[in-house]
């Protein structure tokens, strides 16, 4: 009886300590990176604001005083107390912001998910066509528009407000939504309603979970769009609706450092609330998502 030789399976690569030392040392360098750029990007916002910090607590503030040399809460006390603007200026700036970040999510599902998913002539002309309104001047828009709300009877309302804050929002809301399409799988989908699942069912419980972060973000930032608009809000709302932005630049005209400070950080600090917000949502969302192309 001969005895037959059985080949080896060809040999497999061994990984060697040196291999595993480069990987780890390749990622803690690119987590060093990350955190480097992360805290370039926070620093540059927050930056900014010190200024203004420093003037709302300060009783008189001038050139070339690097801080104050007395403080007060007078700016806070005026601008926060009872009584004060500030107050219904932030309901209507939350109510036109929430209602333009609503109104542009319902719009932009349908247009975003086209963009996304499908490959059609004529694309580039409706992708510059909806970038067009943001490469305008606001004032241009505002003014265009002005006489179209004129003639409706609508103008010095929160209907025309929201309106027209609506065409510089629609183009971010769309292409985040596009981005956020661009990664579903429709086979997730097909499969759902191979089991019987319905349309809504299959928005419910397919659609909307896999593009959850883009969805979060779009709406977060179309609500950030919508609330620092002021040229569109002082034409449009012809004085009558008064919002954050248009009762800081009213401050502004008054000539009170220290009050217009404290609006502006005031108005500011519900939209940083809002990108830390959005930053943990995405990243809590995106780990189950994995099975998302």
């Known amino acids: 009886?001969?005895?037959?030789?059985?080949?080896?399976?060809?040999?497999q690569p061994r990984r060697t300590a040196t291999g595993r030392g480069r990987h780890l040392r390749d990622d803690t360098g690119r987590s060093w990176t990350a955190r480097v750029v992360v805290t370039v990007v926070i620093a540059g916002i927050l930056l900014p604001l010190v200024p203004l910090l420093l003037s709302s607590f300060a009783r008189g503030y001038f050139h070339p005083q690097v801080v104050p040399e007395t403080w007060s809460l007078r700016a806070w006390q005026i601008a926060l107390g009872p009584g004060a603007a500030t107050w219904s200026a932030l309901v209507a700036s939350v109510v036109v912001a929430g209602v333009v970040s609503l109104i542009s999510l319902a719009l932009g599902l349908p247009a975003g998910?086209?963009?996304?998913l499908y490959r059609f002539r004529g694309r580039r002309v409706v992708e510059f066509l909806l970038l067009a309104p943001v490469l305008?001047?606001?004032i241009a828009i505002a003014i265009g528009l002005h006489g179209v709300f004129l003639r409706l009877g609508l103008t010095g309302s929160v209907t025309a407000v929201v309106l027209v804050h609506l065409v510089p929002v629609l183009p971010y809301v769309?292409?985040?939504?596009?981005?956020?399409?661009?990664n579903l799988d429709p086979a997730f989908e097909d499969q759902a309603r191979s089991?019987?699942?319905g349309r809504l069912a299959v928005l419910w419980t397919v659609t909307l979970p896999s593009i959850a972060p883009g969805l979060v973000t779009a709406a977060l930032f179309g609500f950030l769009v919508s609330w620092g608009q002021y040229a569109l809000t002082l034409v449009i709302g012809g004085g009558r609706v008064v919002t954050l932005p248009i009762l800081i630049f009213a401050s502004a005209s008054g000539g009170d450092t220290a009050v217009t400070s404290a609006l502006a950080l005031f108005a500011t600090l519900p939209a940083l609330a809002i990108l830390l917000i959005n930053a943990?949502?995405?990243?809590?969302?995106?780990a189950p998502l994995g099975g998302v192309r």
């Open 1 to 11: 009886m001969t005895a037959t030789a059985t080949p080896l399976p060809p040999a």
């Open 113 to 116: 998910r086209a963009l996304g």
């Open 136 to 138: 305008v001047p606001p």
């Open 174 to 182: 769309v292409l985040i939504l596009a981005g956020a399409f661009a």
């Open 195 to 197: 089991l019987g699942a």
């Open 280 to 286: 943990h949502a995405v990243r809590d969302r995106a």
